[in-house]
């Protein structure tokens, strides 16, 4: 089956503009993580949504919102654009039992690129 | 507040030579525990999870990790390396982040990368 999707692969924006990332959960996933990635920091966890609802979040500023949709695809935004802001966005989806079971996993997408200028 | 050590930033091995990558953890219970691998341009692919029993995991593209909890590690390893195993692997932490609801949060360490001699 189709694995984890998102697009754009890569985005170019200025400093001060806002962008919006999606993400396409493989089919029958419910939950979906964004992880942002940078040099800097690593890999470090952003939100996550499980039925249309936020269950958790990381330590990001209120810049950074997400949501998703009834069909489980999710979009995250990043408001007022900073120069920090340039990384890679990866998405992750799993079943709702998540990470709880052993014969589950989480399931990454290839990631968005956000080049900020 | 938890956190995961890969003390070893970047290492290099030649060919068919074995490969241990480090992992520690600290974290006042026993967390879920994974490896990842990262190439270039791409996503995560797990290679491996520990949940509990066995403390010896197997994963896919013949690794292998031990999870020892006197000290709290969970170190990598392949009997011989192949040029195609050159990327980044994370160790990451999985712990309950809203208790009942099944949702997790991955705690990731820096990341090792690997570079493989031919």
């Known amino acids: 089956k189709a694995g984890v999707t998102q697009t754009p692969r890569y985005l170019i924006k200025t400093r001060g503009q806002q962008v919006t990332l999606s993400c396409s959960p493989i089919?029958?996933?419910?939950?979906v993580s964004w992880y942002q990635q940078t040099p800097g920091q690593g890999l470090q966890f952003l939100f996550e949504?499980?039925?249309?609802?936020?269950?958790n979040k990381g330590n990001f500023p209120g810049r950074f919102s997400g949501r998703q949709f009834s069909n489980s695809r999710s979009e995250m935004n990043v408001s007022t654009l900073e120069l920090g802001d340039s990384a890679l966005y990866l998405c992750a989806s799993s079943r709702p039992g998540g990470l709880a079971t052993s014969t589950d996993t989480q399931y990454f997408g290839p990631g968005t690129r956000l080049t900020v200028l | 507040a938890q956190s995961v050590t890969q003390p070893d930033i970047h290492i290099t091995v030649s060919e068919g030579a074995s490969l241990e990558l480090r992992c520690n953890y600290s974290y006042g219970a026993t967390p879920y525990l994974f490896w990842y691998v990262q190439s270039p341009g791409q996503g995560l692919q797990l290679l491996l999870k520990?949940?509990?029993?066995?403390?010896l995991v197997q994963g896919i593209k013949g690794f292998e990790a031990e999870f020892k909890r006197s000290q709290s590690s969970f170190n990598l390893r392949k009997p011989s390396v192949h040029w195609s195993d050159a990327a980044e692997y994370f160790c990451a932490v999985a712990l309950p982040a809203y208790s009942g609801a099944g949702s997790y949060q991955l705690t990731f360490g820096k990341g090792t990368k690997l570079s493989v001699i031919p």
């Open positions: 520990y949940f509990s029993g066995d403390t």
């Open positions: 089919s029958g996933h419910r939950s």
């Open positions: 949504y499980f039925s249309e609802t936020q269950r």
